[in-house]
């Protein structure tokens, strides 16, 4: 878990940090059972999600885009990790959500 959140952070900020409104948030939520880690930052030439996990796809350039693809590799791994992306008034949010295993 603390790679894929590292990983989720440091691709928030790497984007963060090419925008106007350098923007950057971290929730911690937890109720019974679940926990939720929300990364959300400012992601103006963001746009298609659906490619977010593929290796290789990079907004930031060349000889990038594996961060992602390794945080769905991870997850898959484990049978109570769930990863929901969302894009949303030029903000992207990731959330990780962490079920208990029964």
Not at 18 to 28: G, I
Not at 82 to 88: D, M, P, R, S, V
Request: hydrophobic letters at 40%; one cysteine or more.
């Amino acid at each position: 878990m603390i790679r894929i959140i590292g990983i989720l952070l440091d691709n928030a900020i790497e984007q963060a940090v090419q925008e106007t409104d350098n923007l950057v948030s971290c929730a911690f939520l937890k109720s019974e059972g679940l926990i939720e880690i929300t990364i959300e930052n400012t992601a103006s030439q963001v746009k298609d999600i659906q490619a977010f996990s593929e290796l290789g796809y990079s907004t930031k350039g060349a000889g990038r885009g594996t961060g992602l693809a390794n945080v769905q590799d991870l997850i898959a791994k484990q049978t109570n990790l769930f990863l929901e992306t969302q894009i949303e008034n030029k903000k992207l949010r990731q959330t990780l959500m962490i079920t208990e295993e029964t």
